[in-house]
């Protein structure tokens, strides 16, 4: 089974904070991409990774970046994290090739509150 | 998928019952589609995929119906089961911009 690992399960933390949300997975996929989920809205993309050193920006990058330096790591990045930031993280992952049905698959997320 | 606004869908089912969830779709030139699942305090977890060239797929327990021409897609599940309480979203990718697009989901409660 894919095993899609998100560091903290709850994090609290102070605006203004760099906030990092580490993700793991160990099914050797390429892809990764980081979502937040917020009552109403859904998923929407924050950023995505086809490969090691490499990012792109999904809907709502504003106020993030990421990092992706091995293969089975990608970060998300707050870099001074805002109120408006508070909401459930998730990490997803899924397999090469791109144009082909290939389900992405999840961590249990991370919920941040900002205070 | 698309957003249905501030508060989920729900749908209540006794249990042994089937249950129909319902999706609609804004973009006609999606190629893949797929059902999640999450329970609460959980992550979405895979279901159920379907192509844009089928009009039907079946799992274990579950069926994926795709019709094109509405733009709708419907997750059944037979039987239901106490483990199925929770919310049911699903998502449609485009392999030309290949981002998933996700509903926003229906909480789905069994009745004992």
Redesign the interface.
Known sequence: DVK?TQSSRYLVKRTGEKVFLECVQDMDHENMFWYRQD?????R?IYFSYDVKMKEK??IPEGYSVSREKKERFSLILESASTNQTSMY?C?SSRQP????Q???????TRLSIL | ?E?V????PTLSVQEGDNSIINCAYSNSASD?F?W?KQES??????II?I?SNMDKRQGQRVTVLLNKTVKHLSLQIAATQPGDSAVY?CADIN?GN???T????TRLTIIP
Not at chain 1, 39 to 43: D, F, K, M, Q
Request: glycine share 22%; charged share 15%; hydrophobic share 30%.
């Open positions: 899609v009552p109403g809205l859904g998923l993309l999904g809907d998730l997803a791109r144009t082909s049905n389900p992405q698959h999840f961590g249990d997320g | 998928g957003s606004g501030l508060h989920l893949y797929i999640y305090g959980k992550g979405p977890q895979f995929d192509r979203f392999f290949e981002k998933l996700f509903g926003t989901g």
